[in-house]
């Protein structure tokens, strides 16, 4: 089956600029995470989808980042305006309702703001 | 913090040898799961293992988990260079919802 598709691969913007990452998950996959990974730390869950709906965005900030997962299916997270700290690698993740724990990555996009 | 941690933070062998990576968690769960990470790349699952297993295995990976310590390790046997990642351990908080807290992970580099 094919994995989960991101893009772009990479980005770099100036500072109070937009930005908007688009992730494309498994077939079926009803669940749908973006996640957001700073250099040298883990991944932290940004929001959760299920079909269009959202489960968790309590870590969302939520001034600046909106996601939204049209038709249940193909998701784009945005940031507006960016800041220097938001340069990270964001990881989009789907799963099935039936194994939610079941994670499928996608390659991730890499931001660099400057 | 509901995340994992994981010890070291970074760890160095010789090709052959075996790794042992270890993480603590700090909340109930119901299940612990070991990622791996290429640089530069997403995430890719190793393994799962149950709140009320003990260990586990798959291939040259072996995982044990002590929920009473809140603690998980990972080994790799006869490591390669092909293994050099990163590693981390990722839970669930106790929620069925989905949401992984990882920690910041082990770099593993596996010298030929």
């Known amino acids: 089956e094919a994995g989960v598709a991101q893009s772009p691969r990479y980005k770099i913007i100036e500072k109070r600029q937009s930005v908007a990452f688009w992730c494309n998950p498994i077939?079926?996959?009803?669940?749908l995470y973006w996640y957001q990974q700073i250099l040298g730390q883990g991944p932290k869950l940004l929001i959760q989808?299920?079909?269009?709906?959202?489960?968790?965005d309590s870590q969302l900030p939520k001034d600046r980042f909106s996601a939204e997962r049209l038709k249940g299916v193909d998701s784009t997270l945005k940031i507006q305006p960016a800041k220097l700290e938001d340069s990270a690698v964001y990881l989009c993740?789907?799963?099935?309702?039936?194994?939610?724990?079941?994670?499928?990555f996608g390659s991730g996009t890499r931001l660099t703001v400057v | 913090s509901q995340q994992g941690e994981e010890d070291p933070q970074a760890l160095s062998i010789q090709e052959g040898e075996n790794a042992t990576m270890n993480c603590s968690y700090k909340?109930?769960?119901?299940?612990l799961q070991w990622y791996r990470q290429n640089s530069g790349r997403g995430l890719v699952h190793l393994i799962l293992?149950?709140?009320?297993?003990r260990e586990k295995h798959s291939g040259r990976l072996r995982v044990t988990l002590d929920t009473s310590k809140k603690s998980s390790s990972l080994l790799i046997t006869a490591s390669r260079a092909a293994d050099t990642a990163s590693y981390f351990c990722?839970?669930?908080?106790?929620?069925?919802?989905?949401?992984?807290?990882f920690g910041r992970g082990t770099q593993l580099t596996v010298w030929p």
């Open positions: 993740a789907s799963s099935s309702i039936r194994d939610r724990f079941g994670y499928t």
């Open positions: 077939s079926g996959h009803a669940t």
């Open positions: 989808f299920q079909n269009n709906g959202v489960v968790d």
């Open positions: 909340t109930s769960i119901n299940n």
């Open positions: 293992i149950r709140s009320n297993e």
């Open positions: 990722a839970t669930d908080g106790g929620s069925t919802l989905g949401r992984l807290y």
